[in-house]
């Protein structure tokens, strides 16, 4: 038996989400979420086999216990809080994981990426199948992300998202399907690595990382810049993107046709919003490709999403105006592949 101060230091953070769900029916995958019960971030270590958390020295907190759904960028903020005060105040610690809900999983781990610069890695996890379902996918999902966490592979390449027994960049993960356990997904350049055994292998490295510069964290205490999502369609009149100024958003992030195509009318909404000084990025609704600062874009003063989905570019958006950046320097964080 291996001396415990000699085993790998990791801290497990329970933000609660299907991971941390019971239902009374073992077949139940699809309503335990409004009629089963939280378990408590407790239970998640207590699912894995004594030999397993025997592994690791496990410091537990519980975050929260939210579905995902419930969580936003102002918790997020909170939450970075939290990993950065751990971090500093345990040298000795190898990672950070955080169990979260799948739902806005994605949006989470971008968020983290983006506020966080540290070297050790902050893992994701979650589940698609609840804790009381026959072969619940979330146990595995957590021994593979300690073995993450604990990996010095896994320094210096952001916040990661292991699932099923991939390891995906913040940066390029999306969930892709609605209940199959390999829900995770990255569409462009695929997984940075895999989980074989109890071995982490990276087989590959991860593209150039976001940060956005200066104490963030400090001014979305003072609230998170209104920034909406509105998608485009054939035939559109671009209601929506004025109702959304209306509410008064500092920025719009359109989820456009692809290539980066929208209807007339809703152009013509665009660049009234913008004239008024909204924040316009075009993004795409494809799952995979970047959207690119056309011709058309650049004279119009619309900044390009690239390979950013609608929902990440949405949070690089508001952290941006949050900061004050100008346009120039947003159009260059989104021009990171």
Known sequence: MPDAASLPFVTVISTGGTIARHSDNPCDTVDYAEIGHDLGGGHLLSALPDVVRARFRVREIAFSQKDSSHM??????????????????????????????????????????????????????????????????????????????????ARGKGVLVVSDNEIHAASSVTKASTYRLDTFRSPDFGPLGVIEGDVVCFARQSVARRHIDGDVLA?????????????????????????????????????????????????????????QGVAIVMSSQGSSGATLARHDLRQRGIMAAGRLRPRQARIMLALCLALDLPVVRIQELFDIP
Do not use: K
């Not at 983290?112 to 902050?122: A, F, H, N, T």
């Not at 009149?237 to 209807?263: E, K, T």
């Open 219 to 275: 001014r979305l205490r003072h609230g998170v810049p209104r920034v909406d999502i509105c998608y485009s369609y054939s035939g559109g009149d671009g209601a929506a993107i004025a109702a959304f100024h209306a509410a008064g958003a500092r920025g719009i992030v359109v989820a456009s046709m692809l290539p980066g195509m929208c209807a007339p009318a809703e152009n013509a909404q665009i660049d009234a919003v913008c004239a």
């Open 72 to 153: 936003d960028m102002s918790q997020w903020a909170v939450l970075a809080q939290c990993i950065r005060d751990l971090l500093r105040d345990s040298p000795d610690m190898a990672g950070v994981v955080v169990t979260h809900g799948t739902t806005t999983l994605e949006e989470a781990a971008f968020f983290l990426d983006l506020v966080l610069d540290g070297e050790r890695p902050v893992v994701l996890v979650g589940a698609q199948r609840p804790a009381s379902a026959i072969s619940a996918d979330g146990p595995a999902n957590l021994h593979a992300a300690l073995l993450v966490a604990a990996s010095a592979q």
